[in-house]
Nanobody
Framework: VQLVESGGGLVQPGGSLRLACAAS????????MSWARQAPGKGLEWMSG???????YYADSVKGRFTISRDNAKNTVYLQMNSLKPEDTAVYYC??????????????WGQGTQVTVSS
């Protein structure tokens, strides 16, 4: 199993980014997938998940601004991030499993991609 994130970078407040998580070794459509982040000096925060039925879930901190989706043909999960704020600055991780699995640091994880929101 391998997860490779991409799409991070530097963006101004109010801007947008789309993160991608390319999966190999398993089929994302048969697995719950999540995005989590860790800001400097802070703990890991689960942000969003999509289950095998395609139902999506969001933390209150990103609800209405972030959208999780997947492309089964590409075996890739995405996170569209809009209206970015400086407090969204963090390393963003893709992981297998839902919120409980992520909070327990279970499942498989990508290497992370840095998102910096700054003017």
């Amino acid at each position: 199993v391998q997860l490779v994130e991409s799409g991070g970078g530097l963006v101004q407040p109010g801007g947008s980014l789309r993160l991608a998580c390319a999966a190999s070794g398993f089929t994302i459509s048969s697995s719950a997938m999540s995005w989590a982040r860790q800001a400097p000096g802070k703990g890991l925060e689960w942000m969003s998940g999509i289950d095998s039925d395609g139902d999506t879930y969001y933390a209150d901190s990103v609800k209405g601004r972030f959208t999780i989706s997947r492309d089964n043909a590409k075996n890739t999960v995405y996170l569209q991030m809009n209206s970015l704020k400086p407090e969204d600055t963090a390393v963003y991780y893709c992981a297998t499993g839902g919120r409980t699995t992520v909070q327990a640091r279970g499942g498989y994880w990508g290497q992370g991609t840095q998102v910096t929101v700054s003017s």
